[in-house]
């Protein structure tokens, strides 16, 4: 099973560059997340859909954009990097939205992209 | 405001010795609460999880955490640390209302296990 598979792994960019970081989930998931991990912070939510076609942010959502076109892609966009966006990047998928009433939800991580924005 | 708080940043313990890492929550009601395990240049692995099901959930590689409502927490140990454990462990909860639900992670701890 692949599960949840972001690309590319490691990525250097130049201060105003764009790119886009994929993500690409198999398992049928309509919940999916996009997550930047700095040291002392954990991880903190960029993005997030409920669906194809529905996209929200979270908690840090500036300098990035997202789509969800399908059920099984969620790319995430810098328009223009910055190097306050060097981070790790964890795309997650749900099984269910992360309702606290849910007693079957769970989030599958893929492995990270590690960006340095020079 | 913080839902979960990690209560270490940093934890050494002995090969062959007890580990315990530290996580309350806040919560209006009772959430699931998850803990999750990060090697060095690797992705996020769930160890446990709390559905309400049993307060004392055990995971995988012998840890285990226990649901304390009253104390609002959620550690997580092990009985005898090996040196495969070395790592960082997140501590996550799920909450928020209609239409803003999102997974909330503690800060972390990074385990240290010395030979």
């Known amino acids: 099973n692949a599960g949840v598979t972001q690309t590319p792994k490691f990525q250097v960019l130049k201060t105003g560059q764009s790119m886009t970081l994929q993500c690409a989930q198999d398992?049928?998931?309509?919940?999916m997340s996009w997550y930047r991990q700095d040291p002392g912070m954990g991880l903190r939510l960029i993005h997030y859909?409920?669906?194809?076609?529905?996209?929200d942010q979270g908690e840090v959502p500036n300098g990035y954009n997202v789509s969800r076109s399908t059920t099984e892609d969620f790319p995430l966009r810098l328009l223009s990097a910055a190097p306050s966006q060097t981070s790790v990047y964890f795309c997650?998928?749900?099984?269910?939205?992360?309702?606290?009433?849910?007693?079957?939800?769970?989030?599958?991580f893929g492995q990270g992209t590690r960006l340095t924005v020079v | 405001a913080q839902s979960v708080t990690q209560l270490d940043s940093h934890v050494s313990v002995s090969e062959g010795t007890p580990v315990l890492l530290r996580c309350n929550y806040s919560?209006?009601?009772?959430?699931?609460l998850f803990w999750y395990v990060q090697h060095p240049n690797k992705g996020l692995q769930l160890l446990l999880k709390?559905?309400?099901?049993?307060?004392l959930v055990k995971g995988i590689n012998g840890f285990e955490a226990e649901f304390k409502k009253s104390e609002t927490s959620f550690h997580l140990t092990k009985p005898s640390a090996h040196m495969s454990d070395a790592a960082e462990y997140f501590c996550?909860?799920?909450?928020?209302?209609?239409?803003?639900?999102?997974?909330?992670f503690g800060t972390g701890t990074r385990l240290k296990v010395l030979a």
């Open positions: 997650a998928s749900s099984n269910t939205i992360p309702d606290p009433t849910s007693m079957n939800t769970e989030a599958f």
């Open positions: 398992m049928n998931h309509e919940y």
């Open positions: 859909s409920v669906g194809a076609g529905i996209t």
């Open positions: 919560s209006s009601y009772s959430p699931s």
């Open positions: 709390y559905t309400s099901a049993a307060t």
């Open positions: 996550v909860v799920n909450k928020g209302t209609s239409g803003t639900y999102k997974y909330i």
